[in-house]
């Protein structure tokens, strides 16, 4: 079995046959020669809403990365969400989501599903106990997080996948904060792994995608003739994009875990801060979880600011390096206020999070420069 950086520059990706060209092309052609009228040529190309070379090598290597038989790529990972709770849903049918769901998931749930008769029940996911009560004979989708967005809660996947499945429901794991390098929920029992492939997959916030893995055949066919149906793809220089930026994910990932560990230290001893969200944290709820599914912690952190929202507020506007934008798993290091930014969705809901709530994506910049950034902020809060 080959190792984790070696599939990520060469699974799907062997050299181009007709040039040698060691990275993969850009193949940009909306349409394909047919052999004849309904026949395919030997590649099985026809036109670039089906399929598309490009892609295909992306959706090799995310497939080999996340331990599965399948992946597809899409234009945007709500794209993806969206496609595959069409077709695992249908009306009258329940569905469990965090209870600090990605905003985005949210708002597609609470706005889009329900108006199509889907019922759904956020749920604290790190408690088995809770999930088990919150079933229904109609729910066929648990959808979990793990580390969530942005509390960072963690989730056992294992014991998740367990309960859904005797359940008779699917386990979907977004797996975008973990990326396929810290963690690989299809060996745990997840029956597909979602990625937001614009954050930490790509890691260069030049390109948005998103992606669905799977081991399951029947379920891939039927991703597949949806994805085709409603034409949620991925442009080709998309793809290529992805592909070039997944190369270093293994490098990427190390660095901001090492950057985010030494975050986490500064916050925890400075008196601005009411509480630091880390699973690396052996006081963390999650922590014990987290250590035995996770290869290591990542590099997103949340804390709590004292003083509230106002000086929440005064502490993203002060960075010079940590940029005030949402997103997050790139090169650079980014901060946000989830309570009016990427979770304004939720305000108002059972999932609302807190309004003195910061969020750090924190790069791979060099890490005194990120501490002192940091802290100067926290002293302007403080």
Same mark, same amino acid.
């Given at each position: 079995?080959r !190792?984790?950086?070696?599939?990520?520059?060469?699974?799907?990706?062997?050299?181009?046959?007709?040039?040698? $060209?060691?990275i993969?092309?850009?193949?940009?052609?909306?349409?394909?020669?047919?052999?004849?009228?309904?026949?395919?040529?030997?590649?099985?190309? &026809?036109?670039?809403?089906?399929?598309?070379?490009?892609?295909?090598?992306?959706?090799?290597?995310?497939?080999?990365?996340?331990?599965?038989?399948?992946?597809?790529?899409?234009?945007? #990972?709500?794209?993806?969400?969206?496609?595959?709770?069409?077709?695992?849903?249908?009306?009258?049918?329940?569905?469990?989501?965090?209870?600090?769901?990605?905003?985005?998931?949210?708002?597609?749930?609470?706005?889009?599903?329900?108006?199509?008769?889907?019922?759904?029940?956020?749920?604290?996911?790190?408690?088995v106990?809770?999930?088990?009560?919150?079933?229904?004979?109609?729910? @066929?989708?648990?959808?979990?997080?793990?580390?969530?967005?942005?509390?960072? !809660?963690?989730?056992?996947?294992?014991?998740?996948?367990?309960?859904? =499945?005797?359940?008779?429901?699917?386990l979907?794991?977004?797996?975008?904060f973990?990326?396929?390098?810290?963690?690989?929920?299809?060996?745990l029992?997840?029956?597909?792994?979602?990625?937001?492939?614009?954050?930490?997959? #790509?890691?260069?916030?030049?390109?948005?995608?998103?992606?669905?893995?799977?081991?399951?055949?029947?379920?891939?066919?039927?991703?597949?003739?949806?994805?085709?149906?409603? =034409?949620?793809?991925? #442009?080709?220089?998309? $793809?290529?994009?992805?592909?070039?930026?997944?190369?270093?994910?293994? /490098?990427?990932?190390?660095?901001?875990?090492?950057?985010a560990?030494?975050?986490? &230290?500064?916050? #925890? %001893?400075?008196?601005a801060?009411?509480?630091?969200?880390?699973?690396?944290?052996? &006081?963390?709820?999650?922590?014990?979880?987290?250590?035995?599914?996770?290869?290591?912690? =990542?590099?997103?952190?949340?804390?709590?600011?004292?003083? !509230?929202?106002?000086a929440?507020?005064?502490?993203?506007?002060?960075?010079?390096?940590?940029t005030? $934008?949402?997103? /997050?798993?790139?090169?650079?290091?980014?901060?946000?206020?989830?309570?009016?930014?990427?979770?304004?969705?939720?305000?108002?809901?059972?999932?609302?999070?807190?309004?003195?709530l910061?969020r750090?994506?924190v790069?791979?910049?060099?890490?005194?420069?990120?501490?002192?950034?940091? @802290?100067?902020?926290?002293?302007?809060? %403080?």
């Amino acid at each position: 079995m080959r !190792g984790f950086s070696t599939n990520a520059i060469h699974a799907g990706q062997a050299p181009d046959p007709t040039t040698g $060209a060691v990275i993969t092309p850009i193949h940009p052609s909306s349409t394909f020669v047919q052999d004849g009228v309904g026949g395919l040529r030997a590649g099985g190309y &026809e036109y670039s809403r089906s399929a598309n070379p490009t892609r295909t090598a992306l959706q090799e290597c995310l497939a080999a990365l996340e331990g599965g038989r399948h992946a597809v790529a899409f234009g945007s #990972g709500m794209g993806a969400s969206d496609v595959l709770m069409r077709v695992l849903l249908k009306p009258g049918d329940h569905v469990v989501i965090p209870h600090d769901a990605y905003g985005g998931t949210f708002r597609l749930v609470d706005k889009i599903l329900v108006q199509w008769g889907v019922e759904y029940t956020p749920v604290d996911l790190g408690d088995v106990d809770a999930l088990r009560a919150a079933l229904r004979p109609s729910t @066929r989708l648990v959808w979990c997080e793990t580390p969530t967005n942005p509390l960072l !809660g963690i989730a056992d996947i294992a014991a998740l996948a367990d309960v859904a =499945g005797t359940a008779g429901a699917r386990l979907v794991v977004d797996n975008t904060f973990a990326s396929p390098y810290l963690q690989n929920p299809l060996a745990l029992g997840a029956d597909v792994v979602l990625h937001s492939t614009t954050k930490y997959v #790509g890691g260069h916030s030049d390109v948005v995608g998103g992606a669905l893995v799977t081991g399951d055949d029947e379920l891939a066919q039927q991703l597949l003739f949806t994805q085709n149906s409603v =034409g949620s793809v991925p #442009g080709p220089f998309d $793809a290529w994009l992805t592909l070039r930026g997944v190369k270093t994910l293994a /490098l990427r990932m190390e660095r901001h875990s090492d950057n985010a560990e030494r975050i986490v &230290e500064l916050l #925890g %001893g400075h008196r601005a801060v009411e509480k630091v969200l880390y699973p690396g944290l052996p &006081e963390h709820p999650g922590h014990e979880v987290a250590a035995k599914q996770m290869r290591r912690f =990542g590099g997103m952190v949340s804390f709590l600011v004292a003083g !509230g929202r106002d000086a929440a507020l005064r502490v993203c506007s002060a960075t010079e390096i940590f940029t005030l $934008a949402e997103s /997050l798993g790139g090169v650079e290091s980014l901060i946000e206020h989830p309570g009016a930014m990427t979770h304004a969705s939720v305000a108002g809901s059972a999932l609302e999070v807190p309004d003195n709530l910061v969020r750090l994506s924190v790069g791979i910049e060099d890490v005194e420069d990120l501490a002192d950034d940091l @802290r100067t902020a926290l002293d302007v809060a %403080g």
